[in-house]
């Protein structure tokens, strides 16, 4: 086949879910960070895109992102999967990162769960530990690098949005508790994610000030994904899977790299789509029940 036919073929099928969507068929997106793309496996009636073949939309160029946009259903709820986000180090702008979040809100999604990798900062934080995010620091926004600078679209929020309840409390309550459902309290955390910029992984002293400003883990992604999605009304629920332990020590001989973070997460990939398929169910009985 053709690319062209292929593309054809491709945008319209993507249009036909769009339109699904939109008479309120979907309800559940979730965005799966660095080695989590298999959180999709479990979903039924699976419908996959590739990113190349979606007009206008960024591809994925890290090693643990497959760049799949995955429609399917989890017990009944319809869900849509990104496998692998986008990040400012790949060279997107902020606008790009964020674009999807903009199309599930336009696709009638309402509430998104967002998944990444980070190092644990809190010194009581094991490697494998599964942090429910309270609140996050966004550092490149300290320093202009914000998803909503630029002229306010009003169709998706207003000027200046209140960021004091980004993570819905009801969505981190259910994750607690289906947690404990699960048999998994002993790893299961609340905390507060940092991002940065990356490439690179912190120096010591970044780390210790990251643990001064209240941070309890690092990572390189999802704030702007959260920060868009909040803008514009979806509930969000935020987990970080804990892969390495962040050098606060000079004497520390372990040097995390990219790819203990994609074996941690392939380790902890079963446990993290027992919590999020229960999860997704109890989350749409929630959404039945306060509608
Ligand atoms: O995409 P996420 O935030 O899940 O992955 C983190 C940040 C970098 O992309 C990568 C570094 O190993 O892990
Ligand atoms: N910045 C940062 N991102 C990560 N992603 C996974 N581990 C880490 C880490 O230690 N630091």
Not at 15 to 20: D, G, K, S, T
Not at 26 to 35: D, H, K, N, Y
Not at 56 to 67: I, K, L, Q
Request: aromatic share 8%; proline share 3%.
């Amino acid at each position: 086949m053709s690319r062209r036919s292929l593309i054809g073929q491709t945008t319209s099928l993507f249009f036909h879910w769009l339109e699904r969507c939109r008479s309120g068929l979907w309800s559940v997106a979730v965005i799966c960070g660095s080695g989590l793309g298999l959180l999709a496996d479990r979903a039924a009636n699976k419908q996959t895109f590739r990113y190349q073949d979606i007009p206008n939309f960024p591809v994925s160029t890290v090693a643990g992102h497959e760049g799949c946009l995955v429609f399917g259903t989890i017990e009944d709820t319809s869900c849509v999967f990104m496998q692998g986000h986008f990040h400012l180090y790949e060279g997107y702008s902020l606008c790009q990162v964020t674009l999807p979040v903009r199309i599930f809100k336009l696709m009638g999604v309402e509430s998104v769960l967002v998944t990444n990798a980070s190092g644990g900062i809190c010194p009581d934080f094991k490697v494998g530990d599964i942090m429910v995010i309270k609140d996050h620091i966004n550092l490149p926004g300290f320093a202009g690098q914000h998803p909503l600078c630029g002229p306010n679209d009003e169709r998706f929020g207003i000027r200046f949005p209140c960021m004091s309840d980004a993570y819905s409390k009801d969505l981190r309550r259910l994750a607690l508790d289906v947690g404990s459902e699960l048999g998994c309290s002993d790893f299961i955390r609340e905390g507060v994610y940092c991002m940065v910029s990356g490439p690179n992984f912190e120096t010591i002293a970044e780390a210790r000030m990251l643990l001064i400003l209240g941070c309890d883990s690092v990572g390189m992604s999802t704030v702007p994904e959260v920060t868009v999605a909040k803008h514009c009304g979806l509930r969000v629920l935020g987990l970080s899977l804990i892969t390495n332990k962040v050098s606060l020590d000079y004497s520390r001989e372990e040097k995390v790299n990219h790819e203990e973070v994609l074996q941690i997460s392939k380790m902890r990939a079963e446990v993290l789509q027992k919590l999020v398929t229960k999860l997704i169910s109890r989350c749409q009985q929630q959404s039945i029940n306060t509608h």
